[in-house]
């Protein structure tokens, strides 16, 4: 492998063999090896690398152990966005009837019941049940079930950007969970990694495509008002915006990653380096 910019040559090692710049021959400077990765994971289709030593537990996803449960992957998304904030949109319960009233908001359904988060190191999960436009359902169609159903919503966040949502359908029966991770690659853009787990197809192709399909419709849906923002921060003080019990989730989000984002800078501190913490998330295995 060669460095594009001053021709660096190093071999599978990481060891530099050839700074061109010094001449054929030259001593190599032992700092120029490369480091290796603190710790590597490959889980439900993501490679999970961390730089220096990973302050969580690598993420995981019961579902996708479980052979009842298909498999459909989103497309790679990259888009002009925050991560934090993209993060934050995921969450949010209260946006549903009017972002996504496209696809399964239901205008009946604004007000968003109570709930509570349950905290787990830099991660939680929130469950809560709502009704919505089930536009899924083939009963809906034959007149088997009404459009407006209800359904059970599990949350589950891990820091920095690993994030599920486990959706119970409790009158058209079956789950499907939604993976959403989140890789920033500058301050304006990140991309977007999504799968579904779903375990009511029955094996079907055709309805998982669907299924994709209706996810991305789902997501270009928040995209439209996300990669809109002018400022694309997302203040960590929850004093900052004005939030209302409908937003334990979010304010939850905003708790742990603050923490997190000290916690890695303290890190960096006491290891003689001062920089931003690397909040990058994972790629998809091949």
């Not at 030593?53 to 690598?58: H, K, M, Q, R, Y």
């Not at 298909?70 to 995921?90: C, E, Y």
């Not at 486990?166 to 990694?193: C, K, M």
Request: glycine share 6%.
């Amino acid at each position: 492998m060669r460095c594009g910019y001053h021709g660096w040559l190093y071999d599978v090692d990481g060891q530099c063999i050839e700074i061109p710049a010094l001449g054929e021959g030259a001593t190599i400077p032992p700092r120029a090896k490369l480091r290796s990765p603190a710790a590597i994971a490959l889980d439900h289709g993501m490679v999970f690398v961390a730089i220096e030593e990973p302050l969580t537990p690598a993420p995981s996803l019961l579902a996708a152990n479980d052979p009842e449960f298909q498999i459909g992957d989103l497309p790679v998304l990259t888009t002009r966005g925050s991560a934090a904030l993209l993060a934050d949109n995921f969450l949010d319960m209260a946006h549903f009837p009017f972002v996504h009233a496209g696809t399964f908001g239901a205008s009946e359904a604004r007000e968003v019941p109570n709930y509570s988060v349950e905290r787990a190191g830099y991660g939680f999960t929130a469950a809560y049940e709502h009704e919505f436009a089930n536009r899924e359902d083939p009963g809906v169609a034959t007149g088997q079930r009404p459009l407006i159903q209800r359904r059970r919503l599990t949350y589950r966040y891990s820091a920095p950007f690993h994030l599920e949502l486990e959706i119970e359908f409790l009158d058209a029966g079956g789950v499907n969970v939604i993976g959403f991770f989140l890789a920033p690659e500058d301050d304006e853009t990140v991309r977007i990694y999504s799968s579904l787990w779903r375990n009511d197809l029955d094996g079907s192709l055709e309805r998982m495509r669907e299924a994709v399909d209706f996810e991305i419709a789902v997501i270009e849906e928040d995209l439209r008002i996300q990669s809109k923002y002018e400022r694309l921060e997302m203040p960590l003080d929850v004093t900052a915006e004005v939030h209302t019990r409908a937003d334990k989730t979010t304010l939850e989000f905003r708790r742990i990653l603050a923490e997190f984002v000290e916690k890695a800078e303290a890190e960096a501190g006491r290891a003689g380096e001062i920089r931003t913490p690397d909040l990058s998330a994972p790629s998809r295995a091949l």
